[in-house]
């Protein structure tokens, strides 16, 4: 009987080994799993801060993207209105032209009626002093005949008182 007891008590000994074994490796895996857990609440709250620095800087890009969106706008619609002023420009341009080439064919009209009135004025110059000699002449012709008439108004009484 004490056989018996010294084996039960040996595979009690054995078994409160194994047990006292099984303890500590569960302690040491608890350990483990607790440095491990320490790990990954680190690991969540660096997670967390990342995230936090990253939705502000969502937040950031997100509203360049609007201020960029907003300039692409504008400068779609400067576009436009430049597309817009450089077609009236050209018309502009056009217009200019074309009032050029007028006033190019107004002053070449103005010189050759300038030109025409030159030499109309030389005629009317000739003219007059042609009129003038003949003015002159008639003068000389008229007097002439006055005094030819009276001439004869001074024969014909001496004619008659003969």
Excluded: C, P
Excluded at 32 to 45: N, S
Excluded at 71 to 93: D, W
Aim: net charge negative; glycine share 4%; charged share 45%.
């Amino acid at each position: 009987m004490t056989d018996k007891i010294r084996e039960k008590l040996n595979n009690l000994r054995v078994e409160a080994d194994n047990a006292v074994t099984r303890a500590e490796e569960a302690e040491a895996k608890n350990k483990k799993y607790e440095q491990l857990i320490l790990e990954k609440d680190q690991e969540i709250t660096s997670l967390h801060h990342k995230l936090g620095v990253l939705d502000g800087e969502l937040e950031k890009t997100e509203a360049k993207l609007a201020e960029y969106k907003a300039a692409q706008e504008e400068g779609e619609h400067s576009k436009t209105t430049n597309e817009g002023l450089l077609r009236k420009i050209q018309l502009l341009e056009e217009e200019l032209d074309n009032a050029e080439k007028n006033v190019k064919e107004t002053v070449e009209k103005l010189r050759q009626v300038d030109v025409k009135a030159e030499h109309f004025e030389r005629q009317v110059g000739r003219v007059e002093q042609e009129r003038d000699m003949w003015e002159k002449k008639y003068e000389e012709e008229n007097a002439k005949y006055v005094k030819s008439k009276a001439e004869l108004e001074e024969l014909v009484a001496t004619m008659e008182g003969l």
